[in-house]
């Protein structure tokens, strides 16, 4: 099993449109420790020139534009996609299936709950309806078209994205992890870009992968509110922060295996390859993904 990072930060990207942060500011600037880095999505294949792409961000069209794995047969418009997989509604994972409208090669799996806050709130969305498909929590899938990698999705701790808080309750099935085996080696991948905490269930899915891709929005819980007066802190917004001693870092130090931070906010200082943060993750043990990493599972 392979995997691609198509994008490694989280909504906004790095540099943030709109932000005026040290990392933006150094990213515009093209400083070296601070890479640009697109909103996040990977990309997981067999290894026989086929993909699945776990969450469609904005910047889908670019990201697809550098990674040649997905660029269509020359001649025709076969795309070497079999699905894509939605682990939640955030606009960061969802807003690329509207650059996908054009052809529809490929279905779209995900829970009802998440299926159904797209297709019954925006009529734009209902353009991809006869691509969606949906499966129930912890239901086994095949991800490829030959039925090399089962996938399957396990609720974690997470919120309704802020723009249908007044449309739609929470539910086990609005924030997932992805679980993906491959049947031929037994090796497994675990993708987790959304946590609000790190319940047992979660924990235990994250230490039973040979590999695991996990939130690392925020530093600190605060991170935000130094920018900007009044901003929710990391919990509130669905992310359990890296640091501290309820923070992310602490339980995945202890897991064999191999850890990737990703969806990692503009304003996070491990963005700076050069800092005292980015250097306390890697000496524990636990890598900071980027845009372009390939991983063999």
Same mark, same amino acid.
């Given at each position: 099993?392979?995997?691609? !990072?198509?994008?490694?930060?989280?909504?906004?990207?790095?540099?943030?449109?709109?932000? #005026?942060?040290? %990392?933006?500011? *150094?990213?515009?600037?093209?400083?070296?420790?601070?890479?640009?880095?697109?909103?996040?999505?990977?990309?997981? +294949?067999?290894?026989?020139?086929?993909?699945?792409?776990? %969450?469609?961000?904005?910047?889908?069209?670019?990201? &697809?534009?550098?990674?040649? #794995?997905?660029?269509?047969?020359?001649?025709?418009?076969?795309?070497?996609?079999?699905?894509?997989?939605?682990?939640?509604?955030?606009?960061?994972?969802?807003?690329?299936?509207?650059?996908?409208?054009?052809?529809?090669?490929?279905?779209? !799996?995900?829970?009802?709950?998440?299926?159904?806050?797209?297709?019954? %709130?925006?009529?734009? &969305?209902?353009?991809?309806?006869?691509? &969606? #498909?949906?499966? +129930?929590?912890?239901?086994? &899938?095949?991800?490829?078209?030959? #039925?090399?990698?089962?996938?399957?999705?396990?609720?974690?701790? +997470?919120?309704?994205?802020?723009?249908?808080?007044?449309?739609?309750?929470?539910?086990?099935?609005?924030?997932?992890?992805?679980?993906?085996?491959?049947? *031929?080696?037994?090796?497994?991948?675990?993708?987790?870009?959304?946590?609000?905490?790190?319940?047992?269930?979660?924990?235990?899915?994250?230490?039973?992968?040979?590999?695991?891709?996990?939130? +690392?929005?925020?530093?600190?819980?605060?991170?935000?509110?130094?920018?900007?007066?009044?901003?929710?802190?990391?919990?509130?917004?669905?992310?359990?922060?890296?640091?501290?001693?309820?923070?992310?870092?602490? *339980?995945?130090?202890?897991?064999?295996?191999?850890?990737?931070?990703?969806?990692?906010?503009?304003?996070?200082?491990?963005?700076?390859?050069?800092?005292?943060?980015?250097?306390?993750? *890697?000496?524990?043990?636990?890598?900071?993904?980027?845009?372009?990493?390939?991983?063999?599972?």
């Amino acid at each position: 099993m392979k995997v691609h !990072v198509l994008g490694s930060a989280a909504g906004g990207g790095l540099p943030q449109w709109n932000c #005026g942060g040290d %990392n933006s500011v *150094r990213a515009r600037a093209q400083d070296p420790n601070v890479p640009p880095r697109s909103q996040p999505s990977i990309a997981i +294949g067999t290894g026989e020139g086929r993909w699945s792409v776990i %969450n469609t961000s904005p910047d889908i069209r670019d990201q &697809f534009m550098r990674f040649g #794995g997905l660029h269509p047969r020359p001649g025709t418009r076969d795309v070497p996609i079999d699905s894509v997989v939605l682990t939640n509604a955030d606009l960061d994972h969802v807003m690329g299936l509207l650059v996908l409208r054009e052809s529809l090669p490929y279905r779209v !799996v995900t829970t009802p709950w998440i299926r159904d806050v797209l297709l019954e %709130n925006n009529a734009t &969305f209902r353009l991809m309806a006869p691509a &969606f #498909g949906c499966v +129930g929590l912890d239901e086994p &899938f095949d991800l490829d078209r030959d #039925g090399h990698l089962e996938a399957k999705l396990f609720p974690v701790p +997470g919120k309704v994205p802020t723009y249908l808080q007044e449309l739609a309750s929470n539910s086990p099935e609005a924030t997932l992890g992805l679980r993906v085996t491959d049947r *031929r080696t037994g090796s497994r991948l675990v993708y987790a870009p959304g946590l609000q905490t790190l319940d047992e269930a979660t924990l235990a899915e994250l230490q039973a992968a040979d590999v695991r891709f996990v939130d +690392g929005t925020f530093w600190t819980a605060d991170e935000l509110l130094r920018m900007r007066p009044g901003a929710p802190d990391a919990w509130k917004m669905g992310h359990v922060p890296i640091s501290g001693d309820d923070g992310s870092l602490a *339980r995945l130090r202890l897991m064999g295996g191999r850890t990737y931070y990703i969806h990692i906010n503009n304003t996070n200082p491990i963005l700076d390859d050069s800092s005292d943060e980015a250097a306390a993750v *890697r000496a524990a043990g636990v890598e900071i993904s980027n845009d372009g990493l390939e991983v063999e599972v």
